[in-house]
């Protein structure tokens, strides 16, 4: 394992300590200007999701309406009852992407998508960087709030559902991530790069998790363009299972 990321996992509670949990479930506020100008304003306002930590898989309640949920795994992704019946449904759920711009709106599964495999990232960083196929490499330090911060390359093996294969993870003299840049493929070719930032990490069973966090897109010079807010996440009430 590359040394920086070993250091990142034992600060959030070590492999061994992940290794004996299955599942998390937070309470999530969504927010932000993404969702808005994808036709799906909030849905994602007060939800709780529940994530597997060894298989990818997330689940959302509600979703849309009382009484459904959403139901994702890298190759599919679904709308149920609250009892498991399938309400609709796609496989290849990606695919259903092609040709989209960033201002194209989104069905209720095009955001069942999205909002599952992102909040799985999110919910199993940095463990999930450490399993098979993962490919990571140091790059050169990076100045910002008066830090200094080592980056992380990462690129993602095919099996994982994610925001683009390539992304870069900043880490503190603490050991926290700081900052996630990756591109948003599913927004469409001419997506720019976003800052996905993190704060108020906090120990839950064991475990460092960030509570909060502010996605920006940058300009040019990978600068986050800070006058709108594309997406925000606080969680609360965080279980490990």
Request: glycine residues 10%; without cysteine.
């Amino acid at each position: 394992m590359n040394d920086l990321l070993a250091k990142v996992i034992a600060v959030h509670g070590g492999m061994d300590r992940w290794n004996e949990l299955t599942s998390v479930s937070a309470r999530v506020l969504g927010g932000g200007g993404l969702w808005a100008l994808k036709g799906q304003e909030g849905v994602l306002n007060d939800v709780v999701t529940r994530a597997e930590l060894h298989r990818q898989s997330a689940r959302t309640t509600p979703f849309g309406a009382p009484g459904l949920r959403s139901s994702v795994t890298p190759d599919r992704a679904a709308i149920e009852t609250e009892a498991g019946e399938v309400v609709e449904e796609r496989t290849r759920p990606r695919d259903a992407f092609a040709g989209h711009e960033v201002g194209t709106p989104w069905d209720r599964l095009h955001l069942a998508y999205f909002n599952g495999y992102a909040m799985w990232n999110y919910l199993t960083e940095p463990f999930l960087l450490a399993g098979p196929g993962f490919r990571i490499e140091e790059l050169a330090p990076h100045h910002e709030y008066g830090e200094v911060w080592r980056p992380l390359r990462v690129v993602f093996p095919d099996g994982v559902a994610t925001h683009s294969r390539e992304q870069t993870y900043y880490v503190d003299e603490a050991g926290h991530i700081r900052r996630h840049d990756y591109v948003t493929e599913v927004f469409g070719p001419r997506a720019p790069v976003a800052a996905n930032y993190s704060f108020d990490a906090r120990m839950v069973d064991g475990i460092l998790v960030p509570t909060r966090r502010l996605v920006y897109l940058t300009d040019d010079n990978g600068n986050p363009v800070k006058d709108t807010v594309i997406v925000s996440i606080e969680l609360q009430d965080i279980r490990f299972e």
